[in-house]
């Protein structure tokens, strides 16, 4: 029975070397010493044997058995630290790599196609000499409608539909509130650029939005004609489009500027034989403009036998839906990630 135990013992050990699984160890450990298993089965003849030899039998046996349970678990660890090794060569994660394609693109973030545009503008103007001014979204009365000549029961008020505060105080509808603001601080003469958020209460569709942006452009000098307006308009959209434009002006109304124009450019899809986009007419609308009312020079503490500008308001999401060819202003502020990574 020992020579027995003995060949079972140095069995054992020899497969639980060789054993490549957990699975495979816990496989050995049933045949050996599980209830049915191999030595449990010797231990329990044990009885059968006289007592001198049952004591010694009975030790060898429990011997070796903790010594096959000893080498189960040592197996045990080195396998599971073999598993560890391979998953941490195979299975492996470079923090450092970056996804291909598109994805890629719109990870990274960019600027909105409004502020790209915003700051070309404002690179043209600066390198045209002019200033950039802020002003506040939430501004007064004054300075959004009755120092640009659009007094309380002025009909003008209704051209654009205002979100009042309940402290009398309103969401700018224009930028052209930044004038007021520029001419306070600024000693003519000058030249500055205000861009910036503008609201009104709109009902949206495909062309209106309740927020959008502007640019204001307001430049105070001696003798200011219709030709100094045009030529800084010519510049802008030269620069913006990267080739002449055909404009024309038509008389256009705002109470702060006098004459006030409609400047439109010769359409960029047809190039003015008349197309959908401009629906057959051969031009687009797109920049508001004039030059300054003496009263708002007034308003703004220049004298105006002494000084006069021109000014002009430019829709920013107008431009970028022609320069891109949107068709619905909505896009802009709809966070729709697959429209903004586009640009
Ligand atoms: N503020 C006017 C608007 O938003 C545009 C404008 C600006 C017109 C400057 C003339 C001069 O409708």
Not at 258 to 270: N, S, V
Not at 321 to 335: C, E, P, Q, T
Request: hydrophobic share 35%.
């Amino acid at each position: 029975m020992k020579q027995q135990l003995e060949n079972l013992y140095k069995q054992t050990i020899a497969t639980i070397e060789k054993a490549a699984s957990i699975d495979e160890l816990e496989q050995i450990r049933v045949k050996v010493l599980g209830r049915k298993g191999e030595l449990t089965q010797i231990l329990r003849s044990l009885g059968t044997l006289p007592q001198e030899e049952r004591i010694e039998t009975g030790k060898l046996s429990n011997e070796l058995k903790d010594s096959i349970e000893e080498a189960l678990e040592k197996r045990k660890i080195q396998l599971t630290q073999q598993h560890i090794n391979k998953l941490i060569m195979e299975d492996w994660l470079d923090v450092t790599l970056t996804k291909p394609g598109l994805l890629q693109e719109y990870q990274r973030g960019h600027l909105h196609p409004i502020s790209q545009i915003q700051y070309e503008i404002e690179d043209i103007f600066t390198s045209m000499g002019f200033e950039i001014l802020d002003g506040p979204e939430v501004e007064t009365d004054y300075y959004n409608f009755e120092a640009l000549n659009i007094p309380p029961y002025h009909p003008a008020r209704d051209m654009q539909d205002t979100f009042w505060t309940e402290d009398g105080n309103l969401l700018r509808t224009h930028t052209s509130a930044i004038q007021i603001r520029g001419m306070e601080r600024l000693t003519p003469p000058f030249r500055v650029i205000g861009p910036g958020r503008v609201f009104r209460y709109e009902s949206i569709d495909a062309s209106h939005e309740n927020t959008f942006y502007q640019v204001e452009g307001m430049m105070i000098d001696k003798d200011i004609s219709v030709a100094h307006l045009i030529y800084f308009m010519k510049t802008l959209l030269k620069e913006i489009f990267k080739r002449n434009i055909t404009i024309r002006l038509r008389p256009g109304y705002f109470p702060f500027v006098e004459p006030g124009f409609e400047l439109d450019i010769q359409c960029l899809i047809c190039g003015g034989k008349g197309c959908s986009v401009c629906k057959y007419s051969g031009w687009l609308e797109l920049l508001p403009c004039g030059l300054v009312q003496p009263n708002v020079l007034r308003y703004g503490k220049i004298d105006p036998d002494k000084w006069s500008g021109f000014a002009f308001g430019l829709g920013l999401n107008r431009l970028v839906m022609m320069r891109y060819a949107i068709n619905d202003i909505r896009h802009f502020l709809s966070g729709d990630i697959r429209f903004l990574y586009q640009f």
